[in-house]
Structures are given as C-alpha cells and as structure tokens.
C-alpha cells in the first residue's frame, strides 16, 4: 500500500485542510491537525489544493509540434508569417516544414498564404501550414507533387490552399513523414506542457484524418511509462470503415472525437442551415449522410461504446442530432443516454437542439478560448455569419442551465494549452448572458472531463474514493478568489492518480 498526504492547504474555501491518498485515490479529507499518516508528505504551505484540470479535446502531436517548431499564431500580417516560415527553414534545414496557427483575417494584406508563398522561402521541400482553425492549409508545390491525385479532390486549389477531401489528403501525407522519435518527442512535450499547467488528463481526438493508429497507441504507450498526465484516447472513424475495431484494439473511451461532420467557420467549411455572410454562394459541407451516421451510432449504442462528432455549424448539429433520435427510437432511450454520446465543439446550436442533448443524455464538449479568439461583434464569427448569428455562438450558460453535461477543452493547438484562460474565457463571454457562472466554468474544466469521459466518481473529484488527481497552485487564495480576479496561479504541484509529478515548485 502507498499513501500520500497532502497537507496545510487551501481545498476549495477551506483552508487548513489535508488530503490522505491511498493506492491512488483519496482515503480521507479534512483538517490538516486530525489528518493520517503516510509515506509521504507534500507540505502545501498554505497553497490552494484542487482538481486537476481535464482538458477536454487534444490533438497531442500536432500541439508538441507546434511547441517546439513552427507556430505562426500572433503573426500580424503575411509578411511576417512568410518571415517566420523562412526563418524556421534555414533554423530546420531538412524534413518535412511544419506549422500552423496563422490566420489572415486581420492581415492588412487581406489574404492568405498561398503556395507560392511558400516556395519562394522553402523551395523544393514539401511544406504543410495549417490555417488557424486546422480545417484548411496552404502546402508548397513539393507536397502537392507527393500526393496522386490531389488536383482532383474536392477543395483543391492550384494556388495551394485547400479545403475539404483535398486538405485531409495532404495532412496525412505531411504528418506520415514526420519520423517516430521527432512524434514522439512532440508528445512529450505536450504531456510535459499539459503538466506544468496542472492539467491531469487530455482527452486525445485521434482519427484518420487527423492522424493514425500508431500515432494514438504511441501516445497511449509514451502516457503509460511514467508518472505524468493521463491520456483519454479517443478514434474518429466510423463503424463501416473498421472504426470499431481501432476502438476496441487500444482500448479507448470511445468511438468518435474528430469525426469530422463538417468544417470550421474560418474556412467556410462548417455546414450552416442559411449562407454565410461573406460568402452567400456556400452554406459550408455535410460530409456524410445522415444514413452513414444513423449506422454508425447504432453500432456504438449496440456495443455500448460512446460515439462522438465534430460538428460546429447548425446544419451540422442537428443532422448528428437527427440520427440519435433514429437510434433513441430503434434501441430505446435509455440505451442511448447510457452511451453518454459526445458532441464536439457545438458552436452553433439551437434551443431545440440543447433540449436534444439534455434529454439524450449528451455531453457538449466545448472550446471557451474560441469566443475570446473570434466572438464579438468585430470578430471573426461576425464576418463570417453577420453579427445576429455570431452573438448566438457557444451559448454556454443555455447549455449549463438545462442541465447539458458540459466538458472544457482547447482543441490544441488550434488554442494554447490553456487551462485558466479557458475557464475565464466561458465566464467573460463576449456576448452578454452566455457566459457560465464562475463554479460552474470551473467544474466544466475539471469534473466535466471525467464526466463526457463516462469515469466520473459519483461524488465528485474531491471525495473519498475518487482518483487522486489534484493540482496545488501557487498562491495562498481560496478557489472563489482566484475566480473573481481571474487569476492564473502557476502550478507548485500535479498529482496524478497520487504520483506528484516532478518536484514541488
């Protein structure tokens, strides 16, 4: 038996408290005078003792990449973004070149990259440079010549930037060349990133299109050798496609994440139910018919597995949310509710739709930092669907009010690991009214990840019996004092499933 006993902290409001972990997880809580004793002691020096953070939905080697290589978010215009590209070819003169992050929508040039761009700073080296939003990218003219075929997928562009089948072609092609130790040395510097942060878990939203089975059962591998944060695995690929069998195979929490259902709002690819603003011609693209999800779920809620989509636009919600209730009907209710489906990111959703979700027992697993990023009435939201329906984007509380399961993520690297941030994000809503309370913002981003995760204690995170994942932080404040100042403590100590992680800071 091992134990841990963390003492002298700070435990919601309460201070003077202490935490007894037994075989990872917690025995005991209470005041630190009357507390057990263990092999171990972790002094908290009055710190403030939580939750771990769960972050919600990870892409882990996309982010570690962007980490330690090329990231052009924050780039303020097409010059610079071309500066940094050039600068990260002669700095990484072999490979494959790989970024992400720029987006050109308050670029004083008004457009994007495109592969000429590119190959006047990388010249013949294939070169992939995800759009922002990860739905889109501009490739050199090397990587177009690596891919048969692509001038005839749907979303080629001869200017090299591309969209739809053509883009998820070429992502494969430029993420398959990346070599095992430089992925695995992305990982683990996502793990080690998420750490530092005090996040305890990622829930990984693998798939084929985004990137591969030996990729995920990797990361689950790197997550498995040591002490450091849990790694949830999710594969997105559906059921008559041998989806199940990957899911079954790494034994993971479920058969979806990035199931991609449609697009992203920046690359004019989420499918709306009415045009988009600038852009009247598209109302954006539904990849499947709802015949091909109908199957896919039945088969979820058959074997009891938990299916998940990608879904942003309107149009997209609600033919996911179609398809489950042809399933409620067939299998019943209760079957569905007990599979705890996922939506994901559920940016644009209608009341009906929310009361879809509460009575089918579904978890909205959602992006805060994504308002912050292009809520407002200036925002890029408000480009693309005019300022009435961008106000709409990610009613928070309206999902929280009616009782919607609701998890907190980043989608990194489409955002930065960022856990505080995300919880301030959902409370500082750029539309008035659709901002979460602050406890409630924080739950999401703790308890909320075990809960879409279906691993939840039935008490709660902090309870006996629960998994000892915690995170003490630097600064001698109650929980509600860091939330009213929107604070963002560093992490002194991560404590997964009772291991701290590292030494205390």
Do not use: K
Not at 478 to 483: F, G, I, N, P
């Amino acid at each position: 038996m091992t134990s841990l006993l963390v003492r002298d902290v700070t435990v919601g409001d309460r201070p003077g408290q202490a935490v007894h972990v037994v075989d990872g997880r917690i025995a005991w809580l209470g005041a630190a005078a009357d507390a057990p004793s263990a092999t171990r002691t972790v002094d908290g020096g009055h710190a403030l003792l939580t939750p771990a953070f769960v972050d919600a939905h990870v892409h882990a080697t996309a982010t570690g990449l962007s980490l330690t290589g090329l990231a052009l978010h924050g780039a303020d215009s097409l010059r610079s973004a071309v500066a940094r590209v050039a600068e990260h070819a002669t700095a990484a003169p072999t490979g494959t070149v790989l970024g992400t992050g720029w987006d050109e929508t308050a670029w004083p040039e008004r457009r994007g990259l495109t592969r000429h761009d590119l190959d006047t700073v990388v010249g013949t080296r294939p070169a992939y440079l995800a759009r922002v939003d990860v739905h889109s990218a501009t490739v050199s003219t090397a990587l177009l010549d690596r891919v048969p075929g692509i001038t005839e997928l749907p979303g080629y562009s001869p200017d090299g930037r591309l969209r739809l089948d053509a883009h998820h072609a070429v992502r494969r092609a430029a993420y398959g060349s990346v070599p095992a130790d430089q992925r695995r040395a992305a990982q683990r510097a996502t793990l080690t990133a998420a750490a530092s942060l005090g996040i305890g878990s990622v829930h990984e939203m693998a798939g084929p299109e985004v990137s591969s089975a030996e990729d995920l059962a990797g990361l689950l591998e790197l997550a498995a050798e040591g002490p450091g944060p849990r790694v949830v695995g999710y594969w997105g690929e559906l059921s008559e496609r041998g989806g199940l069998d990957v899911v079954r195979e790494l034994r993971l929490a479920g058969a979806g994440g990035d199931l991609f259902c449609d697009g992203a709002f920046g690359s004019h690819t989420a499918a709306l139910s009415t045009p988009y603003a600038d852009r009247p011609e598209t109302t954006g693209n539904l990849r499947f018919d709802t015949a091909v999800l109908v199957e896919h779920l039945r088969a979820c809620t058959r074997a009891q597995l938990q299916a998940g989509f990608h879904v942003i636009g309107d149009a997209a919600v609600d033919q996911v949310l179609a398809a489950v209730g042809v399933v409620a009907e067939e299998l019943g209710r209760d079957a569905v509710r007990a599979c705890r489906h996922r939506l994901e990111h559920v940016e644009m959703v209608s009341d009906e739709a929310i009361d879809r979700l509460r009575r089918w027992g579904m978890v909205a697993s959602v992006q805060p930092a994504f308002d912050a990023a292009w809520g407002g009435a200036t925002g890029m939201y408000a480009e693309r669907l005019g300022v009435d329906r961008a106000a709409g984007c990610n009613p928070l509380a309206d999902l929280v009010d009616a009782g919607v399961a609701v998890a907190l993520g980043s989608d990194a690297p489409v955002t930065p690991l960022d856990p505080w941030g995300g919880v301030h994000a959902a409370v500082d809503h750029t539309t008035p009214g659709s901002g979460m309370r602050p406890f409630d913002a924080f739950d999401a981003a703790t308890h909320g990840g075990w809960v879409a995760a279906r691993a939840e204690h039935p008490d709660g995170p902090l309870s006996v019996g629960a998994p000892a994942d915690l995170a003490l932080w630097a600064t001698p404040g109650t929980l509600s004092a860091v939330l009213a100042g929107r604070l963002r403590p560093p992490c002194r100590q991560l404590i997964v499933a009772g291991n701290p992680i590292g030494e205390l800071t």
